[in-house]
């Protein structure tokens, strides 16, 4: 006994000083400390949001707008505020495409924040911008899509080329991108479908067809005559656009694509232009007028015939003969 008992009066002291420090405990508060853990946290989130934000605006050539941002917290969560200055909000005095550029900054610049690598889904996002912002916007969609799945809807043809163009560059060869459409056909709404930017859009396609519309059994084309029609109309109107696009203009301007092809402009066959295109408008102006009676039965003047769906499909064969030979 004797030789523990330095060591047993040592735990014993230690016992007393743990009971002493534990009845003043209750003396202290940890709620300075807890703030200062909280604003250090809030003042390291705030500079690097700001930091990522400034450089998403720069991305979008917003470098010249001096926004303010403000972080404080509502019901324990975090609430940013922004503003040009102390005096005016930001509806004030930028125009609708700046609040536009600066709100996409702000949720990219978020999305950089966030540990989830979620899918995000943007719904028209370049409203408002002029095209060079659009063509920022697809870029950053495009690089995005490298952390995560990234769904656009749009409705403007300048960022469906633009993500189009930046999607195809070497870089992004490792990545997947589909397109889609929708479209009313004759009997439905919303139709989904594979755009034709991503598969061969050409006039044999529509010829085929056509060609099956009118090579119905006699008894079914009788019955459905105008539907059918209507529907052949409405793959000869595609067709004459291909025909126009690929093989009259050559390639040197293509739908969903912002640039014009200068080698094979010397390639266009005017004088076969200036035979023909009277002739061929009034065909496609035929088909867009049998297609969109048949979508509206006010405008319904006389209803469109098989007959006369192969009197102009020849001719518009015939006519193409001239511009591949």
């Known amino acids: ?154 409705h403007s043809i300048l960022l469906f080329n633009s993500i189009k163009h930046k999607s195809e560059l070497e870089r992004f060869k490792d990545l997947e991108f589909k397109y889609y459409e929708t479209q009313t056909d004759l009997e439905h709404t919303g139709i989904l479908y594979e755009s034709p930017t991503l598969k061969e859009d050409l006039f044999k396609n529509y010829k085929k067809e056509i060609n099956n519309i009118l090579n119905l059994p006699k008894e079914e084309r009788d019955r459905r005559e105008n539907e059918l029609a209507v529907r052949g109309y409405d793959k000869l109107r595609a067709a004459i656009e291909v025909l126009i696009e690929r093989e009259i203009f050559n390639n040197t301007v293509k739908r969903y694509r912002k640039n014009v092809a200068l080698s094979q402009f010397e390639k266009i066959k005017g004088e076969l232009i200036d035979k023909h295109k009277e002739r061929l408008n009034d065909i496609f102006d035929k088909c867009c007028d049998y297609v969109g009676a048949h979508s509206s039965a006010d405008e319904l003047q006389t209803e469109a015939s098989l007959s006369e769906l192969k009197i102009d499909f020849d001719e518009v064969k015939q006519i193409r003969t001239e511009f591949v030979s």
Do not use: C
Not at 13 to 32: A, C, N, Q
Not at 101 to 106: C, F, N, Q, V
């Open 1 to 154: 006994m004797n030789q523990k008992l330095s060591e047993v009066e040592g735990i014993l002291k230690g016992l007393k000083v743990d009971r002493l420090l534990e009845g003043l405990s209750g003396t202290f508060s940890t709620d300075s400390i807890s703030r200062k853990t909280s604003k250090a946290r809030d003042d390291l989130i705030a500079e690097n949001f700001n930091e990522i934000f400034q450089r998403e605006l720069k991305g979008l050539r917003r470098f010249d707008i001096k926004i303010n941002l403000k972080f404080r917290t509502d019901k324990a969560k975090s609430v940013l505020l922004q503003d040009i200055s102390s005096y005016y909000a930001l509806s004030d005095v930028l125009s609708e495409g700046e609040q536009k550029a600066i709100a996409l900054a702000e949720f990219l610049t978020e999305l950089q924040l966030e540990e989830s690598k979620a899918p995000v889904v943007v719904d028209d996002p370049v409203t408002s911008l002029d095209h060079n912002i659009i063509d920022e916007v697809a870029r950053r969609l495009v690089a995005l899509s490298r952390e995560r799945q990234v769904i656009v809807f749009t």
